[in-house]
T-cell receptor, first 115, second 114 residues
Framework: AQKITQTQPGMFVQEKEAVTLDCTYD???????LFWYKQPSSGEMIFLIY??????QNATEGRYSLNFQKARKSANLVISASQLGDSAMYFC????????????FGKGTTLSVSS | DTEVTQTPKHLVMGMTNKKSLKCEQH?????MYWYKQKAKKPPELMFV???????INESVPSRFSPECPNSSLLNLHLHALQPEDSALYLC?????????????FGPGTRLTVL
């Protein structure tokens, strides 16, 4: 079974609009972390935001926020006020502490921002 | 310094060549990783080093040989590769694996095997 599921292969949004990229996860480990990375066409993986399983508040980093719904096992990334430079592949990833796993990545969502 | 550097940026090699990829970080991280990424796919973990010792090998073929000479450097030695090994090779580092710290990635090496 897939541990990280990103159901949107591609998303399209206009500049200045908000967009939500979906991510659901599957784990029985009580201690885990959820990460979002951005990968432009240049190839570098850029860390965006992190949410720990015990965090009470949703994480925010500038225009990025993570909508963490633990009971539903979802960790959606919200990008507010999209910019052309946001066009990239976005990966959701998870690390489990007790299982000792390294990062497990979802298949990614390609975001295209148009003017 | 929050940067992971990788050299070379691009590499073209024949199936009989021997080459090496190099990765360096100066953030004091004691965990370092090699990933392989095909186009439009997520990165696939190859190797993990913790405290300069190999802790995870994801059943990678022996034509890929990792080396961690010190806490800042990670090499990937390549020998007798196949065309299907053409991919983007990403290096990453983090605080010691087992904690929930983000991994910092380098820009990658685009490898083409002819």
């Amino acid at each position: 079974a897939q541990k990280i599921t990103q159901t949107q292969p591609g998303m399209f949004v206009q500049e200045k609009e908000a967009v939500t990229l979906d991510c659901t996860y599957d784990t029985s480990d009580p201690s885990y972390g959820l990460f979002w990375y951005k990968q432009p066409s240049s190839g570098e993986m850029i860390f965006l935001i992190y949410q720990g399983s015990y965090d009470q508040q949703n994480a925010t980093e500038g225009r990025y926020s993570l909508n963490f719904q633990k009971a539903r096992k979802s960790a959606n990334l919200v990008i507010s006020a999209s910019q052309l430079g946001d066009s990239a592949m976005y990966f959701c990833a998870m690390r489990e502490i007790q299982a000792g796993t390294a990062l497990i990545f979802g298949k990614g969502t390609t975001l295209s921002v148009s003017s | 310094d929050t940067e992971v550097t990788q050299t070379p940026k691009h590499l073209v090699m024949g199936m009989t060549n021997k080459k090496s990829l190099k990765c360096e970080q100066h953030m004091g991280h004691r965990a370092m990783y090699w990933y392989k990424q095909k186009a439009k796919k997520p990165p696939e973990l190859m190797f993990v080093y913790s405290y300069e010792k190999l802790s995870i090998n994801e059943s990678v073929p022996s034509r890929f040989s990792p080396e961690c000479p010190n806490s800042s450097l990670l090499n990937l030695h390549l020998h007798a590769l196949q065309p299907e090994d053409s991919a983007l090779y990403l290096c990453a580092s983090s605080q010691i694996s087992g904690r929930l710290d983000e991994q910092f990635f380098g820009p990658g090496t685009r490898l083409t095997v002819l």
